[in-house]
Each structure stands twice: as C-alpha cells, then as structure tokens.
C-alpha cells in the first residue's frame, strides 16, 4: 500500500438543521453539530473526517467543545508530518491521550479517507484489505430507520406509516419509562409483521425488570441499551430474564468491553458505533470479534452528515455486519447536506455504496462554509473564540 505523509489537519465545527428532530430519553437538539476533519497530505489530497457529537455530554462524557480542544491541542500535533502505511497506525501515535474516543475516531477517519484515495480504493475495500480474505463487502447495505419519541401514539404510528411507505424494512422506536409497554402493543396491533426493535438509551435500572419483561410479547427484534450506559455487569444480571435479545451501544467503548460482555452474557447483539470505540481500527477488532463469535452486528449512527454515514456505510457494507443498520437516506435528516451525491433508499431497504475512491462523496465547500457560520451563531457557549 502506498504511504501518505501528512502535512496538516483542520478542524470545521458546523451545525445543520435537522428535517426532523430526533427525540430520544435523553432530550434533543436543534441543530446537529459535528467537527468535520480535513486531513490533506502530499499534492493536496485530502481525507475528509467527522466526529460527530452534541454541545451537551448526554449521549457520553465528550461534546463538540471538548472533541475540538482534544483535537487541535493533542491528536493532531502527534500527527503532522507522520508518514503513515496504514491508518491502524495511528492508536499507537494517539496512546498517550486517555479516552476522548469520539475525537479520536474523527481525526482517524480522517486518514483512513486520505490513505484509501491515495491507493485508488473505496473505503469499503481498503477496510476489507486490513481483513482476512473472504470479507469483501457487498454492493449495498442493509439498513433501518430510527424513529424518536413523539407526543402522542397517533403521531408516532402515522410516522412509522411514513417511514414504512418511504422503503424503510427495519424499525427502530425511542423509549423510556411510561412510553414502552404502551407503545410496542399500540404497534403491533397497527402493524403485527414489521420488524422492530426498541432503544431504551440507557433509561431503566434494574428494578425495572418486571416492567421489561413485559416486552417479550412483542415479537423484537431486540431491546437496545436498557441499563446504564456505563454498565456491563447488570446487564448480564437483565438478559437471563428476557427472551428478547439485549443489544448493548453506550457501554461498549472497546473491543475488551465486548469480550467481557461476551463472557457475562450482557447481551447478545452488538450495536458498533466506530465513533464510540474511537475508531475503525478499534471497530476491525471489534468485527473480528463478532465474526468468531458469530455474534449479531450492526452498525449504528450519530446523526451523522454525509461525510460520517458514507465511512459507515463503508463498514457496514462487510459480510459480518448481519442485521440492518442506522443508516438512512440523507434526505431524512438533512436537506441539504454537506455532500453530495445524496444517499437514496433503494428497494429492499438498502443503500447502495459510491463508486468513487476513499468515501466515494464530494464535500461542498460552500455549504461547509455554511455550516460553519451556523454554528457561530448557534454555539450555545459563546466562548473560547470557536
């Protein structure tokens, strides 16, 4: 494989407007904020990143503030002027710098984009290129849709006949205390053959069991991240009393976290945010994982722009990533976006991969530069001069 020296690393911070907000137990924000990368290496070429996070620590411990300090004060001085073979180099250059996984994981992006466009490969087969042979991706991902809280059944049943008219074949429903047991019989009565899956984001403790175990009649797919979001350990205390299938997201920041969930029986499905785990060379072993154990896996999302959704895309389009993923059309969330060409849904609920090198999208500088100036009026903080 050809190397890639790089010669500097930027740092975007926008905001876009969302087409919808996406409420979930944990509230929701106007604007979907994110930190775009811009890696650019000899001749000018340049890999584009995203760590997409909000301005408040509720999904984890980072936000977009913290991730921009993290990035331009630490990631990216033990980076310039490093000449790299492969972007599973970088962990090794980064290991000083503790946790921060969702920064780390923008500015590697970043470099997996750059690196795959020097070598003249989609991102998806230069992914496969750092597996063992027989992981070539497929053509076109599998993928969901993710529904949030609404204010009433009414509504939330008239948006998953949206949803469900739109081509979605997977869908995904928001929780939390008092909008559960309700909502999934109101569902399945409406619609008895959908498939669907609940995602609690962390909002139950285990004393909420009974009230869980109510979920079983529902025929889910899975029941997503009922417990704390830092836990492992009572999840394994949960899962024996289910029949569902607990799918772990907030704690697993580790392919270690994984084999020990593995181990306690916490859960026995896999939802991979590469962002989360800081990074697609944390989430190649976390595949790889997955793969011997023959475990479920998914590839979840962030809201991302089209930057992100294309690298994830790019991932979940590998032969182990089983069940659909949180990867929708561009046009339920932004309009427009920040790239282009759009993401469409195609038939059978699929999302087809780009065809061109690296993430196979172009960034629009304009609406950058758009997105950018949103965000310094949004910026909620005022401070810091960002």
Avoid at 93 to 102: A, M, P, T
């Amino acid at each position: 494989m050809k190397p890639v020296t790089i010669k500097d690393i930027k740092l975007h911070i926008v905001a876009m407007p969302l087409v919808e907000l996406l409420k979930t137990s944990y509230g929701a924000e106007s604007y979907k904020t994110a930190i775009i990368i811009e890696a650019v290496g000899e001749g000018g070429l340049t890999g584009w990143g995203e760590t997409a996070l909000k301005t408040k620590p509720s999904y984890g411990s980072e936000t977009v503030l913290t991730a921009w300090h993290i990035s331009r004060d630490f990631l990216i001085p033990k980076l310039l002027g490093k000449t790299l073979r492969s972007p599973t180099e970088v962990p090794r250059l980064l290991k000083s710098v503790r946790g921060n996984h969702h920064a780390r994981a923008g500015v590697e992006a970043a470099l997996w984009d750059l690196l795959a466009k020097a070598n003249d490969m989609r991102l998806a087969d230069y992914f496969a290129a750092h597996l063992p042979a027989g992981n070539e991706p497929r053509e076109s991902v599998s993928v969901g849709v993710s529904i949030g809280i609404q204010d009433s059944l009414a509504a939330q049943l008239a948006l998953i006949q949206k949803r469900l008219d739109e081509g979605y074949g997977r869908i995904k429903l928001k929780i939390e205390p008092g909008w559960d047991v309700e909502l999934a019989r109101a569902v399945r009565e409406r619609f008895p053959d959908i498939t669907l899956m609940l995602d609690a984001n962390s909002a139950y403790t285990l004393s909420d069991a009974e009230r869980l175990k109510q979920l079983d009649q529902f025929d889910l797919l899975m029941i997503e991240q009922p417990l704390a979001y830092d836990d492992i350990y009572e999840h394994s205390q949960l899962q024996p009393q289910l029949s569902t299938p607990i799918c772990l997201d907030e704690s697993i920041y580790s392919a270690h976290d994984w084999r020990v969930a593995l181990r306690l029986g916490a859960g026995r499905i896999l939802n991979l945010k590469p962002t989360r785990v800081g990074g697609y060379s944390e989430s190649l072993e976390i595949y790889r994982l997955c793969q011997e154990a023959e475990t479920p896996l998914w590839i979840g999302g962030m809201l991302e722009t089209g930057i992100g959704r294309a690298a994830n895309l790019s991932f979940a389009a590998l032969p182990a990533v089983d069940l659909p993923s949180d990867i929708s059309a561009t046009n339920r969330y932004f309009d427009p976006d920040i790239t282009e060409p759009p993401f469409e849904l195609a038939p059978g609920s699929s999302i087809r991969l780009p065809a061109g090198p690296g993430i196979g999208v172009e960034v629009q500088r304009e609406r950058l530069a758009e997105g950018e100036a949103r965000w310094r009026e949004y910026n909620p903080f005022k401070r810091g001069g960002i």
